[in-house]
């Protein structure tokens, strides 16, 4: 009988509220500009036609209250406050109408960024990997269940550095809905239960620096508290 020669990977998983079970985190996808003013401070107009996206390793999932690394290999590491969607049960060219059946719950994420690479590839026409796929970069709250956001196309979000407030508006600001993005992205990936989806971050993005403290709340999904550690 064969055996794997080297350790394979634990299974990310993520809290669930109010209970000791957890969730094995599959994937994880990331919408991009997906708020207008966001769009704008990066410098475009914002775009219509249709979502886009990239991915972090589900590696990358760090838990609420964790001291994160100032990561390598770069001078410009940012903040994006986001929420999360969690999905929970296969979806697969699912409409916009049944959609949400699919969405075990919701959750705070950061989607770290080394903004320095982002750009610096993005000009060259290069993916984003580098600035994007970071180890440590999607620190992710315990996650609610649907029943407590019923309608994720309001509520507010908003992210404070330590302690002055830097993100601030309200998710139905969203250019693509919870609803669409499910829709849309479900028509290239057969979504399976434990794939989760950072949905695009407000305006506000900006740089971090070691001993930082980033706390962000989203209402009736809840907060995420991360501290910046040294550099490496
Ligand atoms: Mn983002």
Redesign the pocket.
Known sequence: MSKLIFPALEVPTLEIAGSSDRIPVQRVF???R?YEAHAKEMGFAVDREEPFYFTKSPESIVADGSTIPYVAGTENYHY?F?LVVVIGKPAFRVSKEDALDKVFGYACGL?M?RRDLQLSRRAKQLPWDLG?DVEFSAPCSAVVTADKLPDPSTGRIEMRQNGVQKQDADLSLLIWSVPEIINHLSGFYHLRPGDVI?T??PAGVGAVQPGDVLEGTIANVGSLKIKIGDKE
């Open positions: 990331c919408v991009g997906n994006e986001e989607d960024t994007k950072f695009g971050t």
